[in-house]
């Protein structure tokens, strides 16, 4: 590590007492790198495995890494707590400008403990946090929304960080996300609910500052090498272009976008809610992280008319993305593009992850057909595919908490089907729902053993993707995930976008950690990797994780996915491999 | 040679600009840039880069009380650092606000008209192109 590298400075926070301080931790990052490995440390050191999840004692830790700010599509922040939805390790990653602005607020990682006795949130501008009111904000649902109200309060527009939450983390709904920079989320496991239960409604960070590297000449050199394979790779084509909603087509094709609850791989029209359909139709504008040429973010403009008011329209931008069209698309059974995005403006401005609240609403529109729910349950309201009128009231319902199913709903999909039945067709995976990907054993094993139970932990899609050509035994996908996921904690220590990772080699990685001071090999990284994984898992063991008894749901097997129906016997064979592997990390 | 913002409407937020100016001040990070990119009013309605426009006339080397600004030939101007005595008025001055300031040395961080900028976008917001003649 270079000397004067603001890196290892970690700034604590003490809602409780209104107090901060920062702590010098080389020790931490020299090991761990940033990131994923430094927050996992900070959460075994700062989060008593037992503690009760809404109490002052569950930390919310914020972690960057040595890339960030020094070269281009190192634009993450990983998030890390105890998981209000699953009860064992909460992490998720965000870009938009938070790790931009955390590196030039001069700090490698945050660590929020206690609870603030009324509503506040944090204005963090270099080494000053100011602990600001925020009862007006608090329970704002109409006219302007509280990263409205705090821009124009605060300084540091271009640069800063603006994390909030909405109504639903307010309501500690387990799976309510943090937006940051309007379009960008710490979607999944529920931080926004951690936010919430610590009166916390958000945090701005900004700062600016030079930072060090060992050769400058060089580091000029490599920059430009690694911009320019950025943005003229085909590599990067897919994000760049369509941006992920250009997956929707092709697995629809293979089978492997989730329909109606994976009752089927079949919709009619859903070429209508298609990426090149996205884009002819709605695409407004295009927006990228701070420091990534990509432009990924990709933004549909809506125009919604007046119904009392002739002649009046509003018109809203919503970033729409793969995951969102199968979660409040296909596996609603909707097929029109402006359906879509109705329920994507609902569940943004609720602040809920799309990903879970998409597949709830398609667990209780089964739940319904199959009469394990009814009406007085709805509050009259008729769940059906297709309908996003229906689901947009049930969405409001969740919020409110109208009554005993509703707020049993803003628990997740498994909460909802251990009381009321239906666990065959419940899509979770260690608590948490599933991801857009019905591809193959891939998918399924990456969703069970991620230690976030998250697509991006192994991308078990991409391993499916190869098992469509050539099939591949339980051992082989087994070791492809389990070696997946150990590198990815390299990746997500850095912290680089994971749709970096085709340019981002280890040798790239290398040489880059070189400029920042880091004299490392390819050895190295991977020890640090499975370390890495290893604490994670730990901290979910620690936690009453329970590694046994772990199965697909059943309905995966129902469904024929990309590579054909699914066998179960192959899967238990790969769940028992995989487990055992994991168990050798410990 | 000045740079021209060419179409903000294109620009996505990235501050690749940003982090090449800041290269060109011989550092990484962002303090010594002298370009901001700012949302107008959320990212929703999209940015505007402020960045010097290499004016014939500066009112900032005009506001200089110790001439440390010097007007070049051509458009823009040099910074005389050891002349400057970090009072800030040349950042006043600019409508733009396309005048940096680093912390560190306390003085500002001046466009020096390199057309970095221009070449590291991967959008074409920017282009390095001379004055029009008259």
């Known amino acids: ?586 | 040679m000045p740079i021209l913002v060419k179409d903000s409407e294109k620009c996505v937020g990235c501050l690749i600009c940003m982090f090449a100016c800041n290269r060109t001040h011989q550092s990484a990070g962002l303090e010594s840039s002298c370009i901001k990119v700012r949302s107008q009013g959320g990212i929703s309605r999209g940015f505007t880069v402020f960045v010097c426009r290499g004016c014939q006339d500066p009112p900032c080397a005009r506001a200089c009380p110790e001439d440390a600004l010097l007007v070049r030939k051509g458009g823009g101007i040099l910074l005389n650092e050891s002349k400057c005595n970090g009072c800030g008025y040349c950042v006043n001055a600019c409508i733009l606000d396309a005048i940096g300031w680093n912390s560190k040395t306390n003085k500002p961080v001046i466009c020096i008209q390199c057309g970095e900028c221009a070449k590291n976008c991967p959008y074409k917001v920017l282009e390095l192109r001379a004055h029009d003649k008259e």
């Open chain 1, 1 to 586: 590590m270079i000397k004067n590298d603001p890196l290892t400075r970690v700034l604590y926070i003490d809602l409780t007492k209104k107090r901060f301080w920062i702590e010098e931790r080389e020790d931490l990052f020299s090991q761990f790198l940033g990131g994923t490995g430094a927050a996992i440390k900070l959460l075994q050191e700062n989060c008593p495995p037992d503690c009760d999840l809404f109490s002052p004692e569950n930390p919310i830790i914020f972690a960057i890494g040595p890339l960030n700010a020094l070269f281009p599509i190192a634009s993450k922040t990983v998030a890390m707590f105890k998981s209000p939805h699953t009860g064992n390790l909460g992490e998720s990653h965000a870009g938009g400008r938070s790790a931009i602005a955390i590196r030039m607020a001069g700090f490698g990682a945050i660590v929020i403990k206690g609870r603030s006795e009324k509503p506040c949130y944090l204005s963090i501008h270099d080494d000053k946090v100011f602990f600001r009111d925020a009862t007006t904000l608090w329970g704002l649902r109409e006219g302007v929304s509280a990263g409205r109200l705090i821009r124009r309060k605060e300084p540091g527009s271009g640069l800063r960080t603006i994390m909030r939450i909405g109504p639903a983390g307010e309501k500690l709904i387990s799976y309510a996300c943090v937006t940051l920079e309007t379009y960008r989320h710490f979607g999944r496991l529920g931080l926004g609910a951690v936010f919430g239960s610590k009166n916390l409604k958000a945090i701005l960070v900004t700062g600016q500052r030079d930072l060090p590297v060992t050769d400058f000449k060089e580091y000029k050199s490599f920059y430009s090498e690694i911009l320019k394979q950025l943005t003229k790779s085909e590599k990067m084509k897919k994000y760049h272009e369509l941006g992920t909603p250009a997956n929707v087509l092709p697995l629809s094709f293979s089978k492997g976008i989730p329909i109606k609850n994976l009752l089927t791989n079949e919709l009619a029209g859903i070429e209508n809610i298609s990426g090149e359909s996205f884009a002819e139709k709605h695409l407004g504008r295009r927006v990228a992280c701070a420091h990534c040429p990509v432009a990924c973010i990709h933004l549909a403009a809506l125009r919604k008319p007046y119904k009392d008011e002739p002649y009046f329209y509003r018109t809203v931008y919503l970033s729409y993305d793969y995951e969102l069209i199968y979660a409040l698309g296909s596996m609603l059974g909707i097929n029109d593009s402006v359906s879509v995005l109705r329920l994507i403006e609902e569940v943004e401005d609720m602040g809920l992850d799309a990903m879970s609240t998409g597949v709830i609403l398609a667990w209780i529109t089964e739940a319904y057909e199959k009469r394990l729910i009814n009406k007085t349950h709805t509050n009259d309201i008729t769940p059906e595919w297709g309908k996003a009128d229906a689901y947009i009231e049930i969405i409001k319902n969740i919020i409110r908490g109208t009554n005993e199913f509703y707020q049993d709903m803003g628990k997740g999909v498994e909460f909802a089907s251990e009381k009321y039945g239906g666990k065959d067709f419940a899509l979770t995976y260690g608590k948490n729902e599933m991801p857009g990907y019905h591809t193959g054993y891939g998918a399924h094993l990456g969703y069970l053993f991620g230690a976030r139970h998250s697509h991006l932990d192994s991308a078990g899609y991409a391993i499916d993707k190869e098992a469509m050509k050539k099939s591949l035994s339980e051992n082989e996908i087994t070791e492809r995930i389990f070696t997946e996921e150990i590198w990815r904690q390299v990746i997500s220590s850095l912290v680089i976008c994971f749709f970096g990772r085709e340019i981002y080699t280890p040798e790239m990685i290398l040489k880059c950690l070189n400029l920042t001071g880091f004299n490392l090999d390819e050895k190295g990284l991977l020890t640090m990797g499975r370390e890495i994984y290893a604490n994670k898992y730990r901290f979910k063991i620690a936690c009453g994780f329970n590694l046994e008894n772990l199965t697909f749901p059943k309905r995966v097997f129902e469904t024929p996915s990309s590579i054909g129906p699914l066998n179960e016997e192959f899967a238990n064979k790969s769940i028992k491999l995989l487990k055992e592997k994991i168990k050798s990390l410990l």
